[in-house]
């Protein structure tokens, strides 16, 4: 029963996972009273992300503001028409590094669970400038997948 009961768990993340495949989550982007979210990621992909001709190559179909209004400034999720949309702008994102901004994918939160326990290991192996990148919860060392956490990550594991 456990063992079905953790299947359909794990096939429920991968419908989270399939239906939030075209999303990105923009951090700290200032709010305005009467915002169109579409046309202020439009205009911040093109002048932040030095993204050229973004109104014509980034097919936006749906943007919002995530959580209630208050004193933070609130995250904009957006929704691309299509992966490749999504993909050219996350590929962009490398130009925010030194900003205040951010971009992230958006993901299950059973996902970022899993990844904020793994984070330690992934940042431990670039240190070590080994290519080490997360997919889905999982951390891939060069095109070796490695299935680990930091309970069962071994002491001698980075040393080789």
């Known amino acids: 029963m456990k063992k079905e ?4 768990k794990d096939e429920l993340i ?12 923009f951090y700290y982007i200032k709010e305005t009273k009467e ?3 579409s046309e ?11 993204l050229d001709g973004a109104a014509t190559k980034v097919v936006i179909s749906d943007a919002h503001r995530l959580g209630k209004k208050g004193e933070k400034t609130r995250q904009i999720l957006v929704k691309f028409s299509t992966f490749e949309s999504r993909d050219l702008v996350k590929k962009n994102a490398k ?6 901004f951010g971009v992230s994918e ?6 970022q669970i899993r990844r904020k326990e793994k984070l330690p290991i992934l940042k431990e192996l670039r240190e070590q400038e080994r290519k080490a990148y997360f997919v889905k919860d ?8 490695k299935n680990i956490n930091h309970r069962t990550f071994p002491e001698n594991f980075l040393r080789l």
Do not use: H, T
């Open 95 to 100: 130009n925010l590094k030194g900003s205040e």
């Open 35 to 37: 915002e169109i979210c």
């Open 40 to 50: 202020i990621i439009g205009r911040f992909c093109e002048n932040n992300m030095k």
């Open 5 to 8: 009961n953790n299947k359909l």
């Open 14 to 25: 991968d419908i989270q996972m399939k239906s939030m495949q075209n999303n990105l989550i």
């Open 138 to 145: 999982r951390i891939f060392v060069g095109q070796v997948v």
């Open 106 to 111: 958006q993901l299950p939160k059973e996902i």
